[in-house]
């Protein structure tokens, strides 16, 4: 009999969460074998007990007798298996949305369905033209932003071995999955879930780091590849090097949410959060030098990037011989190794806080763009529009998103610090004036020509000031898009932000 839309569907959903019933028992089965090798079938019993008890509304009794050292192992072994069931589940939402994106298209498909159907209806009073739409999709900025969650925060070791154990349930069934799964979770369980110590700014910043990684490397390409042919049914290209999508982040900058955040550690957040971005480029380099093996001898090359690759070999010395004798007729393939060179130069340079050297390293994102938009351009005028569009493009993008930053930093301080920073660096009783009346003061020393005296402030008001300091120094080493934003809390009046 011929089967339903809805009937396939239903059928579908059916067997997603067989599926997933299958997955989640299969990790506990694991889990449970794991606790008989690592720890004894007393420890199994015991779970199983627990687990068979509290489902029938008991066992209290169980538990009261258990000791502090059973009670932790216990707890271990639930928090485990949650961790491998919620995996599980996240595997079977990508399946389902997987499926949805295949029969009734994606969320942003869907999206520009209903622009297309509202610029066609053009209902009077609700009209807009192609110009004006071109131009709204232009100023489109969408920017998540990490916060720091110190409390919620899992270790990035757990993290990974989590992410693992999700890449093995999305391989076909066969022998090797389950050794690897069987493996993966005796991993789990030996690594302490539990930090020694309340986690440090630059912990948080690190455990952003795995999430804005995964990100750049899997996520974001296809995210922006999707959304720039989507636009093409609306007549209208998305710049390669445009930015509807960029990342925001609070960690190393929100002194208001954490008082320990000093001008110190927001550079070294920034300097660490710039190493892990140049470095997710230079694997997505390697990547894209690995494909982009098109040789001189079949299709050409522009001589703006002959050129570029030949001032590149003056300024890197360093280039190995044996990539200069392999690929002498692959102009493509030398420009991608010149830029991992000069990323690792880049990288080195603001370790070391030296200068910036013209074509040996980048001086920020917008040289970076440039050469690879200088291959993307040779491969268009020589018959490669293919490989233009392909993983060229899904890197320029994703460079554009993220930048040599990764992410842009948000500056957050309370009102009240730059009050009382303020109240010793203006004579006067200023800090009981109102609202009202320390505007004016305010506006009148900003049109002031002398500086403020800042020759005896208390340690507040030095972490206050040294903040922009620390702003400033920044944006010079880094460009303007590592900072954007200081937002000011508590704000009262207009004089806290003046």
Same mark, same amino acid.
């Given at each position: 009999?011929?089967?339903?839309?809805?009937?396939?569907?239903?059928?579908?959903?059916?067997?997603?969460?067989?599926?997933?019933?299958?997955?989640?028992?299969?990790?506990?089965?694991?889990?449970?074998q794991?606790?008989?090798?690592?720890?004894g079938q007393?420890?199994?019993?015991?779970?199983?007990?627990?687990?068979?008890?509290?489902?029938?509304?008991?066992?209290t009794?169980?538990?009261?007798?258990?000791?502090?050292?059973?009670?932790?192992?216990?707890?271990?072994?639930?928090?485990?298996?949650?961790?491998?069931?919620?995996?599980?589940?996240?595997?079977?939402?990508?399946?389902?949305?997987?499926?949805?994106?295949?029969?009734?298209?994606s969320?942003l498909?869907?999206?520009?369905?209903?622009?297309?159907?509202?610029?066609?209806?053009?209902?009077?009073?609700?009209?807009?033209t192609?110009?004006?739409?071109?131009?709204?999709?232009?100023?489109?900025?969408?920017?998540?932003?990490?916060?720091?969650?110190?409390?919620?925060?899992?270790r990035?070791?757990?993290?990974?071995?989590?992410?693992?154990v999700?890449?093995?349930?999305?391989?076909?069934?066969?022998?090797?999955?389950?050794?690897?799964?069987?493996?993966?979770?005796?991993?789990?369980?030996?690594?302490?879930?539990?930090?020694?110590?309340?986690?440090?700014?630059?912990?948080?910043?690190?455990?952003?780091?795995?999430?804005?990684?995964?990100?750049?490397t899997?996520?974001?390409?296809e995210?922006?590849?999707?959304?720039?042919?989507?636009?093409?049914?609306?007549?209208?290209?998305?710049?390669?090097?445009?930015?509807?999508?960029?990342?925001?982040?609070?960690?190393?900058?929100?002194?208001?949410?954490?008082?320990?955040?000093t001008?110190?550690?927001?550079?070294?957040?920034?300097?660490?959060?710039?190493?892990?971005?140049?470095?997710?480029?230079i694997?997505?380099?390697?990547?894209?030098?690995?494909?982009l093996?098109?040789?001189?001898?079949?299709?050409?090359?522009?001589?703006?990037?002959?050129?570029?690759?030949?001032?590149?070999?003056?300024?890197?010395?360093?280039?190995?011989?044996?990539?200069?004798?392999?690929?002498?007729?692959?102009?493509?393939?030398?420009?991608?190794?010149?830029?991992v060179?000069?990323?690792?130069?880049?990288?080195?340079?603001?370790?070391?806080?030296?200068?910036?050297?013209?074509?040996?390293?980048?001086?920020?994102?917008?040289?970076l763009? #440039?050469?690879?938009? =200088?291959?993307?351009? +040779? *491969?268009? /005028?020589?018959?490669?529009?293919? @490989?233009? &569009?392909g993983?060229?493009?899904?890197?320029?993008?994703?460079?554009?998103?993220?930048?040599l930053?990764?992410?842009?930093?948000?500056?957050?301080?309370h009102?009240d610090?730059?009050?009382?920073?303020?109240?010793?660096?203006?004579?006067?009783?200023?800090?009981?004036?109102?609202?009202?009346?320390?505007?004016?003061?305010l506006?009148?020393?900003?049109? #002031?020509?002398?500086? =403020?005296?800042?020759? +005896? *402030?208390? /340690?507040?008001?030095?972490?206050? @000031?040294? &903040?922009?300091?620390?702003?400033?120094?920044?944006?010079?080493?880094?460009?303007?898009?590592v900072?954007?934003?200081?937002?000011?809390?508590?704000?009262?009046?207009?004089?806290?932000?003046?």
């Amino acid at each position: 009999m011929p089967v339903t839309e809805s009937q396939a569907n239903a059928s579908n959903i059916a067997s997603n969460d067989a599926l997933l019933r299958s997955d989640v028992r299969k990790l506990g089965d694991l889990l449970g074998q794991s606790l008989v090798r690592q720890e004894g079938q007393e420890l199994l019993d015991l779970v199983e007990s627990v687990r068979k008890a509290v489902r029938e509304g008991g066992g209290t009794e169980i538990l009261e007798k258990l000791s502090v050292e059973d009670s932790v192992q216990l707890v271990r072994a639930f928090s485990t298996y949650f961790h491998l069931a919620n995996v599980a589940e996240q595997v079977h939402r990508a399946r389902v949305l997987a499926h949805d994106r295949a029969t009734g298209g994606s969320w942003l498909s869907r999206a520009i369905d209903k622009i297309e159907e509202a610029y066609k209806a053009q209902v009077p009073g609700h009209t807009f033209t192609h110009d004006e739409l071109e131009q709204w999709i232009s100023e489109l900025m969408v920017r998540p932003v990490f916060t720091a969650h110190p409390t919620e925060a899992a270790r990035r070791s757990i993290l990974n071995k989590l992410g693992e154990v999700a890449k093995l349930l999305d391989q076909d069934l066969n022998p090797r999955q389950h050794e690897r799964l069987a493996e993966t979770v005796d991993l789990l369980w030996q690594t302490d879930e539990l930090r020694l110590d309340r986690p440090e700014p630059l912990d948080e910043a690190m455990n952003a780091l795995y999430y804005l990684d995964d990100l750049a490397t899997n996520t974001v390409p296809e995210v922006l590849n999707d959304f720039a042919r989507e636009l093409k049914r609306l007549d209208i290209n998305l710049p390669v090097t445009a930015r509807p999508l960029t990342f925001g982040t609070w960690i190393g900058g929100d002194r208001d949410g954490n008082p320990n955040i000093t001008p110190e550690i927001t550079e070294e957040a920034v300097v660490l959060q710039v190493g892990h971005a140049i470095r997710t480029t230079i694997a997505a380099m390697n990547r894209l030098r690995q494909m982009l093996s098109v040789s001189t001898r079949i299709a050409g090359a522009t001589p703006e990037l002959s050129a570029s690759v030949e001032e590149d070999l003056k300024n890197i010395p360093e280039f190995e011989p044996r990539f200069l004798r392999l690929n002498v007729q692959e102009p493509y393939r030398l420009k991608a190794t010149a830029i991992v060179h000069r990323l690792a130069f880049t990288r080195n340079r603001h370790a070391a806080r030296g200068p910036h050297v013209p074509g040996r390293d980048y001086k920020n994102t917008a040289e970076l763009l #440039a050469d690879l938009t =200088l291959m993307r351009d +040779s *491969l268009f /005028a020589h018959r490669g529009e293919l @490989l233009a &569009t392909g993983l060229l493009e899904r890197t320029i993008r994703t460079v554009a998103a993220f930048g040599l930053t990764h992410a842009t930093l948000d500056i957050r301080e309370h009102s009240d610090a730059h009050h009382n920073a303020l109240k010793q660096m203006i004579s006067g009783d200023y800090i009981n004036l109102s609202h009202d009346e320390k505007f004016p003061v305010l506006i009148k020393q900003l049109a #002031a020509s002398e500086k =403020l005296d800042i020759s +005896s *402030l208390d /340690a507040a008001a030095s972490k206050t @000031l040294n &903040t922009f300091v620390a702003i400033a120094d920044l944006i010079e080493r880094f460009g303007p898009e590592v900072i954007e934003t200081y937002i000011v809390s508590m704000t009262k009046g207009a004089d806290d932000l003046i």
